[in-house]
């Protein structure tokens, strides 16, 4: 069964990084195309980065553009987001998912374009 394990997440002070990781079980990373996406309590699930199965294509929303870097290591079995330069408003559980059979790269931050997802890992950035 496929399997997608977030860890990484923590309470980090405004200004400072994190690292996220997704692993994969069940399927071969090299397969999938990979989202990141987040939730703020009362606030819906919005996307906020993605990479495509050959890690050439990224993307970002407008939030976070300049301060997170996505990547994956298919070796690994492992996709990741690099936090930079956090804020407040970028607080929220962080859930990696898996593109489906009609993924394009160009609507990647669409949810519609994911079927498997992790069980997230929580982002607190505080003061």
């Known amino acids: 069964q496929l399997q997608l394990v977030e860890s990484g997440g923590g309470l980090v002070q405004p200004g400072g990084s994190l690292t996220l990781s997704c692993e994969m079980s069940?399927?071969?990373?090299?397969?999938?195309?990979i989202g990141w996406f987040r939730q703020a309590p009362g606030k819906e699930r919005e996307g906020v980065s993605c990479?495509?199965?050959?890690?050439?294509?990224?993307d970002y929303s407008d939030s976070v553009r300049g301060r997170f870097t996505i990547s994956r290591d298919d070796a690994k079995n492992t996709a990741y987001l690099q936090l930079n330069n956090l804020q407040a408003e970028d607080t929220g559980v962080y859930y990696c998912?898996?593109?489906?059979?009609?993924?394009?790269?160009?609507?990647?931050?669409?949810?519609?374009?994911?079927?498997?997802w992790g069980q997230g890992t929580q982002v607190t950035v505080s003061s």
């Open positions: 069940g399927r071969r990373l090299n397969t999938a195309a």
């Open positions: 990479i495509s199965k050959s890690g050439i294509n990224k």
């Open positions: 998912a898996v593109g489906t059979a009609w993924f394009t790269q160009r609507h990647c931050l669409q949810q519609s374009q994911y079927g498997d």
